[in-house]
C-alpha cells in the first residue's frame, strides 16, 4: 500500500510541475513531505513567514524570490523549517514560562530557546534543549505537559520567522521569582516584563 501511495505522490509531483513551470528548479531537493504549496494573496513576504512560522530567508532561498516581494496569485514553495511537534513543545514552554508576561516577552522566550539550539553550548535540537536537565522549571513541575494558548503558538511563529532578530540572549529569569546567583552573574543585555535576558 505505502508503494502505491509513493507512485502515486510522486505522479502528482511529476504533474504538478508541468502545470508550474519554473517551480522544479526551485524545490531546492525537498521532498513532498517537508514542503507545502501556498497560493500567495495581497500579504508581504513577512507576513507569510509569520503565518507558518518559517524564517523569511528560508522561503526566499527555497523559492529564488527577488526583490523581497510577492506576487497575488503567485505559488511559492514553504519549507518546514521546524516540525509542527516541536513547535507546539515550544509554544508549551512558552505558555508556562511567560504567563502574564507582554507578547513581546513570549516572543524573546522562545528566541532563547532557538539560540540555544544554534549554539554549540547547548543541544541542537528543541526537544533536547527544552529537556536538558534542570533548565526549565515547567519541565520539573509538569507545566510543559499543559496545552499551548493562541498567543505563545504565534509568538513562536514568530521568533521563528525573525531567525535570531529579537535577542542574543541565551537565558532568561524572574529576578522575582528565582536566587539563583549563577543566573544573576549573567549579564542582562534586555529587560522585557518580569524577565531579564541574558548571555
Known sequence: MKRIVSVFMTAFVFV??????????????????????YKVHDETLNQVALKYGVSAS???????????????????????????????????LVTAEAKGEPYKGKVAVAAVVLNRVKND???????QVIYQKRQFQPVDNGMINKPAVKEAKK????????????????YFYNPDKTDSKWLRSKKTIKKIGHHRFAI
Request: proline content about 5%.
Open 16 to 37: 504538478f510541475m508541468l502545470v508550474q513551470p519554473g517551480l522544479l528548479g526551485r524545490v531546492d531537493a525537498q521532498t513532498l513531505e517537508s514542503v507545502k504549496i
Open 58 to 92: 528560508k522561503i526566499i532561498k527555497v523559492n529564488g524570490i527577488k526583490n523581497n516581494r510577492l506576487t497575488p496569485g503567485e505559488k511559492i514553495i514553504i519549507p518546514k523549517q521546524i516540525s509542527q511537534k516541536e513547535k507546539d513543545l515550544l509554544a508549551r
Open 121 to 127: 553550548q547547548f543541544p541542537d535540537s528543541i526537544h
Open 155 to 170: 509568538a513562536v511563529n514568530e521568533a521563528i520567522a525573525k531567525n535570531g532578530q529579537i535577542t542574543d540572549a541565551l
